[in-house]
T-cell receptor, first 112, second 116 residues
């Protein structure tokens, strides 16, 4: 089983639509969860951390279900949200504490 | 100025050549990382360093070596480049001094390496 799995997409949505990205992770001891955004040929940048109680940041809502080892990201989309979204989970064992495992990313394309 | 810089930004080289990619950071972070990214494979960890005297292999270290010259500098070397090392390489930093919950990583702009 892959450590972090995401639907690769692409998701093609009209502007204003709410799109949901899902992610599952295999390491039940993981403690930190993130969504990163990556534009084409650019570096990944932190979009938001994901907290146990769920959290919002403007048009972005992240949710975590530890029992199911499942993370989600909802976006009330704008044109500028077109990018690839990476689900990221930390490794929490041995000397690798703090290292991160990146999903392969879900591509979003928002159309006018 | 960017907090994490990488040089060169683009490099084309030939099989068998030795290549060094450099990374510098002004964030004052202890931890530094080298990743490669290939289409369809996502980011994969090559090496990481928790401080100047600590170097660790990542998932795909074969064919690579690193040097942590100072807290702010972490270089990646390909001793004898081969075509399947053609990829986008990212350096990243993080700061665990405040505990594991703040292990956000900050990435440099990347180096696009082509090995012919």
């Amino acid at each position: 089983r892959k450590e972090v799995e995401q639907d690769p997409g692409p998701f093609n949505v009209p502007e204003g639509a709410t799109v949901a990205f899902n992610c599952t992770y295999s390491n039940s001891a993981s403690q930190s969860f993130f969504w990163y955004r990556q534009d084409c040929r650019k570096e990944p940048k932190l979009l938001m951390s994901v907290y146990s109680s769920g959290n919002e940041d403007g048009r972005f809502t992240a949710q975590l279900n530890r029992a199911s080892q499942y993370i989600s990201l909802l976006i009330n989309s704008k044109l500028s949200d077109s990018a690839t979204y990476l689900c990221v989970v930390n490794i929490d064992y041995g000397g690798s504490q703090g290292n991160l495992i990146f999903g392969k990313g879900t591509k979003l394309s928002v159309k006018p | 100025d960017a907090d994490v810089t990488q040089t060169p930004r683009n490099r084309i080289t030939k099989t068998g050549k030795r290549i060094m990619l450099e990374c510098s950071q002004t964030k004052g972070h202890d931890r530094m990382y080298w990743y490669r990214q290939d289409p369809g494979l996502g980011l994969r960890l090559i090496y990481y360093s928790f401080d100047v005297k600590d170097i660790n292999k990542g998932e795909i270290s074969d064919g690579y070596s690193v040097s942590r010259q100072a807290q702010a500098k972490f270089s990646l070397s390909l001793e004898s480049a081969i075509p399947n090392q053609t990829a986008l390489y990212f350096c990243a930093t993080s700061d665990l001094s405040r505990g594991i919950s703040t292990d956000t990583q900050y990435f440099g702009p990347g180096t696009r390496l082509t090995v012919l």
